[in-house]
């Protein structure tokens, strides 16, 4: 088989974005009806369904953790499109377990499957690593963003209009999709590592804490894995939370829940797919993370403010123009400061520092939200946690203002 290289780079960026936006289609089908059908098993009121959803969250974040570097060096020594493939048919295996599940354990056990298989985005960062040259890795990884927005933007409309008629129906949806992308891959997607930059497995790069250390010999990737840890912590909390929280701030169904997803979307392609092309080029990847930074510290201080379901829409776009900028940028930066045959392993890291964000991220929101809803609430609103979100904002700007200044030291 031909490699991307070989076969010619547009095409292979069309190929790895079609199976992206398929793949996060089916996630987006997901995302809104999960919370309700731990509630609906489960029986219990909407605050200890959030105990049980963030533990299954977690659980799912830390296979994730575990896996990730592991699934990253075998893309580096067998190629980024057997693990791809690998990966969807594991995600199919997922919608149809949870498709049938008649109880909580039945959940457990399809999000476990999840964390073994959810490789596909951190491979498909390293597939247009290979492709793309250093300089126009923002832009790419942009671009990747928005096949997230727009599969994230159709996926939660119909998981919403779906699951309000059934809670399973979404998942038989997210399986055909998962399977159908499967088989696009097998018969058009080419390979995009060659041979001669293949890298042997060895245990410091499948763990996951030694693969974390390894990525952060390079001097200037640690203090960018801070940041990137703090604010996907406050990030992995929004979205633990978010289904309950508009249920429990506006009376939101599922329907509603899914439509503001799908506004994610929209903001997400239109932010990742035309804006970061913009930002990058003319400020720089490092304004454009402290910035970025600076817009969601506000969008999080301001949303437990919002008294109107409406209000929801500006929110997420504001926010989006500030995280959807920066974890481009932040990813680009990373990447260049790397060697091309060690492009998997960041990815797999970045990955496995991601998912100790979804571990902690969902416990903390979950646990502050249960002791802010339900009928004897410790804190009056129930969306406290975002003001913890903000305060974590708010030490990433430190951090990254600090190593700015102690840069242009070095550099005089």
């Known amino acids: 088989m031909k490699t991307a290289a070989q076969g010619g780079r547009k095409t292979a ?17 997901a995302w809104p009806i999960l919370p309700k059908l731990v509630g609906e098993l489960s029986g219990q009121p909407i605050e200890n369904t959030a105990l049980l959803y963030g533990l299954l969250m977690s659980g799912f974040a ?7 570097p592991f699934v990253g060096a075998l893309s580096d020594r067998f190629g980024r499109r057997p693990i791809l493939l690998i990966s969807l048919g594991g995600l199919c295996l997922d919608y149809i377990i949870l498709a049938l599940a008649p109880n909580l354990a039945w959940l ?35 671009l990747l963003g928005a096949a997230f927005g727009v599969g994230f933007t159709i996926g939660p409309l119909i998981g919403g209009v779906l699951g309000a008629i059934d809670l399973q129906y979404p998942f038989w949806l997210a399986a055909a999709l998962a399977f159908i992308n499967m088989v696009f891959g097998y018969f058009l997607l080419p390979e995009s590592l060659s041979a001669q930059k293949r890298s042997s497995i060895t245990l410091d790069k499948v763990n996951p804490f030694a693969a974390i250390a390894r990525i952060s010999r390079y001097s200037t990737l640690l203090v960018l894995l801070i940041a990137l840890f703090l604010t996907g912590i406050a990030q992995q909390g929004l979205q633990g939370i978010w289904v309950l929280w508009t249920e429990a701030r506006f009376g939101w169904g599922v329907a509603e829940a899914g439509y503001s997803l799908a506004w994610v979307g929209i903001c997400m392609a239109f932010v990742q797919g035309y804006l970061v092309r913009i930002v990058v080029p003319l ?6 993370v402290f910035g970025g930074f600076v817009i969601s510290t506000i969008a999080y201080i301001g949303l437990p403010f919002l008294t109107q379901g409406w209000m929801i829409y500006p929110g997420i776009l504001f926010h989006l123009i500030g995280w959807g900028c920066a974890g481009p940028a932040l990813t680009a930066i990373m990447s260049q400061n790397v060697p091309d045959n060690e492009q998997g392993l960041l990815q797999g890291t970045l990955g496995s520092i991601n998912t100790i964000a979804m571990i902690i991220g969902p416990l903390v929101a979950t646990q502050i939200f249960y002791l802010s809803a339900g009928t004897s609430p410790l804190f009056p609103n129930p969306g406290v946690f975002y003001w913890f979100g903000a305060l974590l904002f708010i030490l990433t700007l430190f951090i990254v203002a600090f190593d700015a200044r102690a840069r242009q030291k070095a550099r005089r």
């Open 62 to 68: 830390a296979v994730q953790f575990v896996l990730s």
């Open 108 to 142: 457990i056990i399809g999000r476990i499957v999840a964390g073994v298989f959810s490789a596909t985005v951190s491979t498909a960062n390293a597939y247009l690593a290979d492709i793309t040259p250093k300089e126009g890795r923002a832009a790419a990884f942009g």
């Open 13 to 29: 960026l069309i190929f790895i974005i079609a199976t992206v936006v398929i793949d996060m289609l089916g996630v987006g089908l």
């Open 283 to 288: 400020f720089g990847e490092r304004k454009v």
